[in-house]
């Protein structure tokens, strides 16, 4: 599916994008980035280019930022009728709607029956469209859950599902490997979590999500920076070279090559990003030491 930014971009110039909106509910994928963005110029335009369900998911999501779950929940239900409708049902909607109810129940309090609709909505969209945006924040939050249980294993699960060489979006993968670092670094599986921030990193600047790149850069030197070596694996190599760990195998000793940490300095410094704790001046003083 096409960049909702590249759409938004086309709409915004007056130009023609229908050619764009060939893919399942990319119209409503725009019209949500639109209405994230603030960008009611936008919205309008694609109003047209929506059917009945999806003007009841959009108008469910506007009420959700505004913080009013009673209409949030009454669009949501519409949404589902309508996307249920004989005539014009759409599976794929239907499941993006079970998920949202699923994230309801869960604010609710409703844990279990959150994760069964969570579960649900998971294994329909891949049986549908696997790699579809929607598909791809079905396992993010399907992962969440597990991380608010505790359950770290299944969330990594989950998250191993949103392979680099999957249809899945490059922002997609870029946040599931962002969520998945955390999670190693609390198990102190550190130099799995290395590779998982790098390739975030990477990610985020394909995207153009300065911020998200500028953090996970910074957290990627963190991580390592008392463990750089002329002699250590780059991070293309390490994550070329990444395979399942056998039964008793020890995991890899820390570390990070000196071109790999200059090179992120070098990123970071271009960006002039705030360093109010002190590590890229702690990163540079390594470098020439």
Known sequence: MIDPRIVVEVVQKGDDYSSLLEDSHSALVTAEFALAAGLDNVI??????????????????????????????EHLTNALNHSRNQSNRSHLLEARIRMEWGLLRYSQGEEVEAGVDLRWAVERLGAL???HPWHGLALLNMATWHTNRGEYGMALAMYSEIRRESPHSVEIIAISRRRAAELFMQKNHNYTALRNLWVAHHGFRDCKMKEE??????????????????????????ITNASPRSIGEKFPNVAINRDDLRYMVDWLNEQECADETGLLDEAIQTLQS
């Open 44 to 73: 309008s335009q694609l109003t047209s280019e929506l059917g009945e369900a999806e003007l009841e998911f959009l108008l469910f999501r506007k009420s959700q930022m505004n913080n009013d779950a009673a209409l949030a929940s």
């Open 213 to 238: 790149a500028i953090e996970s850069g910074l957290h990627w030197i963190d991580v390592g920076l008392e463990h750089v070596s002329d002699n250590a694996a780059t991070m293309e190599q390490a």
């Open 129 to 131: 469209n696997e790699g």
